[in-house]
């Protein structure tokens, strides 16, 4: 159950990454009016080319993000111990069950149990594993709906801060790079640095906005 939930755990941070695209409104210049009609028509595909280059372009390694980025990083260790501690329990249940498994039977063949108590006992124990399968499906969907909250708040981060880092710098589009979904990137179009930089900052300074919040609420 463990390894599959931490497989399907990077599976969907990967998939968010892999998937994840910012796209930008993109200005395209207008033919002068006064041209005839035949002169626009000839002028189209020069103005479609010109408007295609005039499109500022850029990338951002998923990979850097995901080691990079402390909010990630910190997420990811709280999602680990959790996970860990999943894991302990249900194996510290399992192990209690199983042995007083073991020991029904072995003093089952001693004898010594009447048939109402051996029917109590086995009773109570089939009793105690459906409550460790129970017990493993809440935990397991309490991770899942954690896991998922991380996700999307860090969808969240990665959007706004996009939205507000390219005010001025005005890209048409930005995207995520993850192995190669990318047939071809020139490293002058990335910007990953400058992104995981802005992030660990704005993620550094949300406390100090959080408590100054709180405070104007008091």
């Given amino acids: 159950m463990n390894k599959s939930k931490k497989t399907d755990k990077k599976m969907t941070k990967r998939n968010f990454f892999t998937t994840f695209a910012f796209a930008a409104m993109a200005v395209l210049a207008v033919t002068s009016c006064d041209k005839s009609k035949q002169q626009a028509d000839d002028n189209q595909p020069?103005?479609?080319?010109?408007?295609?280059?005039?499109?500022?372009?850029?990338?951002?390694?998923?990979?850097?993000?995901?080691?990079?980025?402390?909010?990630?990083?910190?997420?990811?260790?709280i999602l680990q111990k959790k996970g860990q501690n999943i894991q302990n329990t249900l194996a510290a249940k399992q192990q209690q069950l199983e042995a007083a498994a073991a020991n029904f039977q072995q003093k089952l063949q001693q004898n010594?149990?009447?048939?109402?108590?051996?029917?109590?006992?086995?009773?109570?124990?089939?009793?105690?594993?459906?409550?460790?399968?129970?017990?493993?499906?809440?935990?397991?969907?309490?991770?899942?709906?954690?896991?998922?909250?991380?996700?999307?708040?860090?969808?969240?981060?990665?959007?706004?801060?996009?939205?507000?880092?390219?005010?001025d710098k005005k890209y048409g589009l930005i995207l995520s790079k993850a192995g190669d979904n990318i047939l071809y990137a020139d490293k002058a179009h990335d910007i990953t640095n400058e992104v995981v930089a802005g992030l660990n900052k704005a993620y550094k300074e949300a406390p100090k906005a959080e408590k100054a919040s709180d405070a104007k609420k008091k």
């Fill in 112 to 167: 010594a149990y009447t048939r109402e108590q051996a029917q109590s006992i086995q009773m109570s124990l089939q009793k105690q594993n459906n409550d460790l399968q129970q017990l493993n499906q809440r935990l397991s969907g309490e991770f899942q709906a954690e896991t998922e909250r991380y996700n999307n708040a860090l969808r969240d981060s990665i959007q706004h801060f996009l939205a507000v880092y390219n005010k």
């Fill in 46 to 77: 020069a103005t479609a080319q010109s408007a295609a280059s005039a499109t500022k372009i850029a990338f951002v390694e998923v990979d850097s993000i995901m080691t990079q980025y402390k909010f990630c990083k910190d997420y990811s260790l």
